[in-house]
């Protein structure tokens, strides 16, 4: 897995005369963005003449922005950088028309946030030091009154522990925003043949995203696995994982070897592509064609950063974007199934399916099974030519997650946010399973109905719904939370 990051311009701004406040507030505040993961800072730098404006190298006399002229030279730098989020903060009182043209001509998200005031200075005029509360609102406005979407973060010192959570916010917000825009999504194969649940709108993508699909027939995609040599080196580089991710293994060396050349053959399709994610047909054909299954091939796909949704499920695929990049790739998701409500336990659901969870995602390293579909007890003895073969078994491990899914009708985008608990359990499920404790279940399913989400999400570790509500206000997007 790979790490994600998000490039912020930081706009320090201040009125009339650069104090030793205002210098203070500039490098407190890059010390605390030195400590928030997956953010990669870019700032004017103060010129060595003290009077220089230079856009090329990012220069003005203070490294901050308190012209118009400033503000010009800054959001050029920041366009050549490829910044994709900016951070205003009126330093003292600040100067909302330069701070708010560079929002304004860069078009990317924004953060804003003030300085609290310290103490009075003690001469004859009794004045203040930061007058930041007050000019932040003048830029804040500035922004409203131009349409401009932003995140107002709150009032603070840097050095405060509180002002971190709502920086890392922002760029995790941000992360996903740029994974989503542009983003090279691939489907191999179509929908399950009963599965008009999976349907999207290729335009609508296009229009609000600027996305592009990518398509592949099935069978290219299976011509180009069978061609390939048992002994290739990438095969066998791939059979030799297979064997080391896995403590019980209960089906064919048919099965290993063709799956191996299934995987290569998407790893060379998603690279071709440079795609963001992919999402793939499972059945009924790759079984007459192959011979086997592709659930632990997806689990695989995706544990290595290459998600990959089930079903030809293409919004699911983007649901699954969103998670990891708001996660900033420390993670993965595991594409679930809402599937059945506990028994016992009216707030508990299993999250499911058939095996194509990440290894990485068990819960116990030592009980990752590979089995066949009509065989997850690995009792049966194994069988050749078994099409069923290739779903992975194990228990998701526990902790809290967020649930994701975009939906999308009549070209008005929605995003469901839901969070949970995963509790471990002594059951053996079929399958990559957790049963997930929520809040509300009856509001939840309730809210699943009405507001026409289907039956795939994403689910990841770790709770972002509060990137996820940014993500959503950046980009008018409907959050449906829960």
Known sequence: ???????????????????????KMRADSLAAFAQVEGMDVVVPQPSPDGTTLDAARGLTPHGTVSTLDEAEAIAEYFRRQKVDGVILCPLDFGDE?????????????????????????????????????????SMASGLYRRKIAFR????????????LPEVQDFVRAVAAIKGLKGARIGQVGV??????????????MITKFGQNMIYAELSDI??????LADDDPAVASVLADFRASYDEITVSETYLVNASKLEVALIEFWKKHALSAMAMQCWPSIQRLMGISVCTTYGRLTGQGMLTACEADVLGALSMLVCHRVALGQTVPHFIDWTIRHRENPD?????????????????????????RRDMTGELPIAEGDAQEGLSQFQIKPGTVTFCRLAEYDNAWKMLIATGEIVP???????????????DHDQLYRTLVEEGFVHHASMIHGDYTRPLLQVCKFLGIEAVVV
């Open 152 to 163: 107002y973060a709150g009032l603070f010192f840097p050095d405060e522990p509180a002002f």
């Open 97 to 137: 028309r330069s701070a708010v043209k560079v929002a304004e001509l860069l078009g990317v998200p924004v953060l804003l946030y003030a300085t609290k005031e310290p103490a009075g200075r003690d001469d004859a005029g009794m004045t203040r030091v930061s007058d930041s509360y007050c000019g932040n609102l």
């Open 348 to 372: 508990q659901l299993l999250a499911w399916h058939c095996g194509n969870a990440p290894t990485c995602l068990a819960c116990d390293s030592s009980e990752k099974a590979l089995r066949s």
């Open 191 to 204: 929908r399950p043949p009963t599965f008009e649940t999976v349907g999207y709108d290729e335009v609508a």
């Open 425 to 439: 359990s002594d059951e053996v499920l079929a399958g990559t399973w957790s049963w997930v404790t929520v809040k």
């Open 222 to 227: 299976v011509d180009r696995a069978t061609a």
């Open 1 to 23: 897995m790979g790490s994600v990051e998000a490039k912020i311009g930081f706009v320090p701004s201040y009125r009339f005369r650069f104090t030793p406040w205002c210098e």
